[in-house]
């Protein structure tokens, strides 16, 4: 899109995104805590998640094509109490573990981003045990309809400012698409941010 835009994506999203994300760092102990085993974390960013993961959890993989904040990211990963695997790949491709790898699948708003959120969440299930888990915080679509028409009408602007971030994908949908089975979905506002990108899904699916 243009050298400023590719500025942008590469020096000055990065920090803002680790910002932004840091004022989420409440939800993520209640999403995490039941992962355990050998996790497979979708659309890791800057690593926010390495402290909110529960004692289980033995190893974590990672699958995210941005390489953000290096210096900052390593620093994090080596706090952790658990072995890093971290892949600079897109989750929507095909990846590069074993059938049935993991005890559990971890995504957090990151469905928003990935061009195609149901194959990612495919290729999660093929990676993922019999009977896994995938746990995941998103934001997304309102279930009011008025705030669901902006979100449509915003969406085009916070494509570009976000990277490719949508405000308005059904993350339910998307969940169920892909083959899981919802056991959980909580559905609530954000404090502190605007309905357009604060209305949020917490869950739990397991694979079928
Ligand atoms: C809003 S950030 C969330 C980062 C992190 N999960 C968190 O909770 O702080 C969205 C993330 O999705 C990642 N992403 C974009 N396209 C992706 C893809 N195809 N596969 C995996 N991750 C992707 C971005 O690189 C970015 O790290």
Known sequence: MGRIY???????????L???????????TPTLASAHGDVLELG???????RHYPAGVTRLSTADPMDALPETVEKRIAAAPFPVDVH?????????FAPAAFDCVTVTW???TIPDPVAALVEAARVLKPGGSLLFIEHGRSQDPSIARWQDRWNPIQRVIGCGCNVNRQIDEIVRRAGFNLTRLD??????????????????ALRS
């Open 6 to 16: 590719d500025f942008y994506e590469r020096r000055i999203f990065p920090r803002v």
């Open 18 to 28: 680790d910002r932004t994300m840091r004022a989420l760092n409440d939800l993520r």
């Open 44 to 50: 890791f960013g800057t690593g926010l998640n390495l």
């Open 88 to 96: 600079h790949l897109p989750a929507d491709g095909r990846l590069p």
């Open 110 to 112: 990151t469905l928003c």
């Open 187 to 204: 559905r609530f506002l954000a404090p502190g941010l605007p309905r357009l990108v604060g209305e949020m899904y917490r869950g739990v």
